[in-house]
């Protein structure tokens, strides 16, 4: 248990749908970073939070992609009209203030047919 | 574009040899560094991470910089079968961790 916690674990979904995943970090995470990794790559950073405010998105976020962090506690992100090249890794990870140690959740493994 | 590039590997070493690894990054104004380590199928964990300022040693392993040559590197002593894995070197940059690719490591007993 690393205590930040992800579900789904594994989504497998059909091109075009919709999906949602949630993290939950620890709660003295105030910083919450959302990444994508796939097969041979390192994690490629997508947004992050500082308490509920999104303050950063890197240009990999489409329009099709949205996250939030409501309360400032977990954060969803959500992809709509999933296309094939959406399939990867969605690894979320939480920091505690100006602790560098950066702590990953198991991440949800996304599966677009 | 700010990017840490790895050679990707595999580096193969025997148990109880010293396993090197290193990156660069393209940031100069870089000011700490990281390594992960990555199972395969899991997600990365923190073996360790230094400031610009210096280099640090915890137990087996060591972590160097060469800011001049933006160059950084990890040393494993007394390798392990258990030490397999991919290793992520990461920089910040801001408030994002950007990671290079990986180089698998393969020791061998």
């Known amino acids: 248990d690393t205590g930040v916690s992800q579900n789904p674990r594994h989504k497998i979904t059909k091109r075009g749908q919709n999906v949602t995943f949630r993290c939950d970090p620890i709660?003295?995470?105030?910083?919450l970073y959302w990444y994508r990794q796939t097969l041979g790559q390192g994690p490629e950073f997508l947004t992050y939070?500082?308490?509920?405010?999104?303050?950063?998105k890197s240009r990999l976020l489409s329009d099709r992609f949205s996250a939030e962090r409501p309360k400032g506690s977990f954060s969803t992100l959500e992809i709509q009209r999933t296309e094939q090249g959406d399939s990867a890794m969605y690894l979320c990870?939480?920091?505690?203030?100006?602790?560098?140690?950066?702590?990953f959740g198991s991440g949800t493994q996304l599966s677009v047919l | 574009q700010k990017e840490v590039e790895q050679n990707s590997g595999p580096l193969s070493v025997p148990e109880g040899a010293i396993a090197s690894l290193n990156c660069t990054y393209s940031?100069?104004?870089?000011?700490?560094f990281f390594w992960y380590r990555q199972y395969s199928g899991k997600s990365p964990e923190l073996i360790m991470f230094?400031?610009?300022?210096g280099d640090k040693e915890d137990g087996r392993f060591t972590a160097q910089l060469n800011k001049a040559s933006q160059y950084v590197s990890l040393l494993i002593r007394d390798s392990q079968p258990s030490d397999s894995a991919t290793y992520l070197c990461?920089?910040?940059?801001?408030?994002?961790?950007?990671f290079g690719k990986g180089t698998t490591l393969s020791v061998s007993s």
């Open positions: 709660s003295e995470h105030n910083r």
């Open positions: 230094i400031y610009s300022n």
């Open positions: 990870a939480g920091r505690e203030g100006t602790n560098e140690k950066l702590l």
């Open positions: 939070f500082q308490n509920e405010a999104q303050l950063e």
């Open positions: 990461a920089v910040r940059t801001g408030t994002a961790l950007i």
């Open positions: 940031d100069r104004g870089s000011q700490s």
